[in-house]
């Protein structure tokens, strides 16, 4: 084995201050109190007979007994004074011990909490490895992150967390191999290097599938049993053939991390190995994330919009809008691609706003008897303002509450009811409409639904796709028109894609329906060439161009707005 991994300069465990010396001064600093205090109570105890006589006597040097009590007190006050100026000196200088055995550590590449290496000298022993000629083997790092350590620190303090990282790294350290290291690079992030030769997976995938159980048991820290979990992220140097020895120790540190983050991503609670195509997904990403927001603030985020049909006359009662991104990299990209990303990065709120702000110029040109849908995502769902701001864009636009539905999703119901509930009502009181969306995909119980004053079900499209062609489809679609109707709640038809499903459906009445099979979701210019075709522009929008008298169509939307606040 390579000198560079010899144990007694390597692992963590065997770097920890023995504390010997600084138990022998906590000893006399001990001492030195016990005595000030010992004489502190003699004092207390003798001076309340001993002063009252003197006093009496007049003096303090009258009789021999006298003399002598009057000794022992003075005695005993420079004994008092004396253990409390020792006690003093000897912490002044535990501290300044304490101190300077930090710096040590410091400068000695450990970390204080743990006495791990830290990043530093982890680097600095994995780049003299990997330039060691000599050394024949491999090597594997071994990223570890802890699970929601944020909630670990938030329930039950710091110094519950210091424990935590203190016991986690004990227990990883117990279980690396013998001339491997362990360092903290910060927070609840660990990594490990280990030599190894012949297979990497053989070698390792004990120790792994080992750590992540042995840090999963409880960790006891007071009256609590913390329960926490890791995710690990393992690369080897066969990974990194960066030809500069500090470039390959960052880059294997790096790969490591992206495994971990994978880790992460698909569970938590377990090891990754490494692939090239982690370092690309997240490469892709990263290039997501940053196209995400440039496109928000060149506006490439457009609604699309979808027919709503009443399926008893079959007229156009609605739109929903979808969201689409006209990237000018990859073209025209679906939500399913940058909602969840947005959700992520935090600009879900600012996205969807721009969003219903051009839908709701969009849909002033429609004729006022038009409903527009818009969806919702749980995460704006979490802003206690949401239903502010949404009347608040109502009356800045100029847009008439009654014509607006707002779709939210069951995952929804599973956050904050409460709150749930109250923006629900806070919407509906000002005149929009609240639709429950994808029904039956998710979770929300009958009571849920009782207790929510929806204004309509969306039952979601894998159900309705199934009508005509499977028999327990009819049944399983009835049985949730039977339950809507119970809790009086109208029924939109997702996904209707052929005549053969529209047909089934017209079993059912006092339903609206949506899908392919009225046409794609389209731009807003050929919704105006479609509702010109059947004569459904608003009052005054001109046939052949979208533009101009915008006045008409305004005071039209303001005196359904006044009446609808006068409503409210
Ligand atoms: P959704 O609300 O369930 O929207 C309906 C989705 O079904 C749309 O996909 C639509 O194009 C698609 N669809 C419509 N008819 C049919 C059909 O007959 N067959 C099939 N197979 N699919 C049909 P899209 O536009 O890709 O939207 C996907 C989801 O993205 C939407 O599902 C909605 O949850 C979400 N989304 C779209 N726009 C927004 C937005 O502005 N904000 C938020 N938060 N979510 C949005
Ligand atoms: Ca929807
Ligand atoms: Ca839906």
């Given at each position: 084995m390579s000198q560079h991994f010899n144990p007694d300069q390597?692992?963590?465990?065997?770097?920890?201050?023995?504390?010997?010396?600084?138990?022998?001064?906590?000893?006399?600093?001990i001492v030195s109190l016990v005595i000030a205090l010992s004489a502190?109570?003699?004092?207390?105890?003798?001076?309340?007979?001993?002063?009252?006589?003197?006093m009496r006597s007049g003096h303090l040097q009258s009789t021999g007994s006298e003399f002598l009590l009057t000794n022992a007190l003075l005695l005993n006050i420079a004994l008092i004074l004396l253990g409390w100026d020792r006690y003093k000196a000897l912490s002044t200088e535990l501290e300044l011990r304490r101190e300077s055995e930090e710096e040590a550590r410091r400068q000695a590449g450990l970390d204080d909490l743990t006495a791990c290496l830290n990043r530093r000298s982890f680097v600095a022993r994995m780049e003299a490895w990997l330039e060691s000629s000599k050394f024949e083997q491999q090597i594997a790092t071994i990223a570890i992150d802890i699970d929601n350590f944020k909630q670990v620190n938030d329930l039950n303090g710091h110094a519950a967390g210091d424990s935590v990282l203190r016991e986690v790294s004990s227990r990883i350290a117990a279980l690396l191999p013998d001339n491997s290291c362990i360092a903290r690079l910060g927070g609840d992030e660990f990594i490990c290097a280990v030599p190894f030769t012949g297979s990497a997976e053989d070698h390792l995938n004990p120790v792994l599938g080992r750590m992540v159980e042995t840090v999963a048991r409880p960790v006891l820290y007071k009256d609590a049993a913390i329960e926490i979990s890791v995710s690990i992220g393992v690369s080897t140097s066969l990974q990194a053939t960066d030809a500069d020895i500090d470039m390959r120790a960052q880059?294997?540190?790096?790969?490591?991390?992206?495994?971990?983050?994978?880790?992460?991503?698909?569970?938590?609670?377990?090891?990754?190995?490494?692939?090239m195509a982690m370092e690309n997904d997240l490469r892709f990403r990263n290039e997501l994330e940053a196209g995400i927001r440039r496109g928000i603030h060149n506006g490439e985020f457009v609604p699309y919009y979808e027919q709503q049909i009443d399926l008893d006359t079959g007229e156009i009662v609605g739109f929903e809008m979808l969201a689409r991104w006209e990237s000018p990299d990859m073209g025209l990209v679906g939500p399913d691609i940058f909602i969840p990303i947005a959700e992520e990065i935090g600009v879900i709120s600012v996205m969807s706003e721009r969003l219903i702000v051009a839908a709701f110029e969009d849909a002033k040109k429609w004729h006022p008897s038009i409903t527009l849908s818009v969806n919702i995502s749980p995460v704006q769902m979490r802003d206690p303002w949401f239903a502010q701001k949404i009347l608040k864009m109502l009356l800045k636009h100029r847009f008439p509450a009654h014509r607006l539905e707002i779709e939210i999703t069951e995952t929804?119901?599973?956050?904050?009811?409460?709150?749930?509930?109250?923006?629900?009502?806070?919407?509906?009181?000002?005149?929009?409409?609240?639709s429950l969306d994808d029904f039956g995909t998710g979770y929300a119980s009958i009571s849920q639904l009782r207790s929510l004053p929806f204004d309509r079900l969306k039952i979601?499209?894998?159900?309705?796709?199934?009508?005509?062609a499977e028999e327990h489809g009819d049944q399983l679609v009835n049985a949730?028109?039977?339950?809507?109707?119970?809790?009086?709640?109208?029924?939109?038809?997702?996904?209707?894609?052929?005549?053969?499903?529209?047909?089934?459906?017209?079993?059912?009445?006092?339903m609206k329906g949506q899908g392919y099979h009225y046409g794609r979701p389209e731009p807003a210019?050929?919704?105006?060439?479609?509702?010109?075709?059947?004569?459904?522009?608003?009052?005054?929008?001109?046939?052949s161009s979208n533009r101009g008298n915008e006045g008409a169509m305004e005071s039209a939307s303001n005196r359904i707005l006044d009446s609808d606040v006068r409503a409210g």
């Open positions: 390597s692992t963590a465990k065997d770097q920890r201050p023995t504390g010997s010396q600084c138990a022998a001064k906590s000893g006399g600093n502190i109570v003699v004092f207390v105890a003798s001076a309340g007979s001993v002063l009252p006589e003197l880059s294997m540190m790096h790969k490591a991390d992206i495994a971990m983050y994978h880790a992460k991503k698909h569970g938590k609670n377990r090891y990754c190995w490494f692939e929804c119901l599973h956050e904050n009811l409460g709150m749930v509930r109250s923006m629900i009502t806070s919407l509906r009181n000002q005149g929009v409409r609240v979601d499209r894998s159900f309705i796709g199934e009508l005509g949730i028109v039977s339950m809507s109707n119970g809790l009086k709640l109208p029924i939109t038809a997702e996904g209707i894609e052929n005549a053969e499903v529209l047909s089934a459906l017209k079993q059912w009445s006092n210019s050929q919704v105006l060439t479609r509702l010109e075709a059947i004569g459904l522009l608003a009052v005054g929008e001109p046939k």
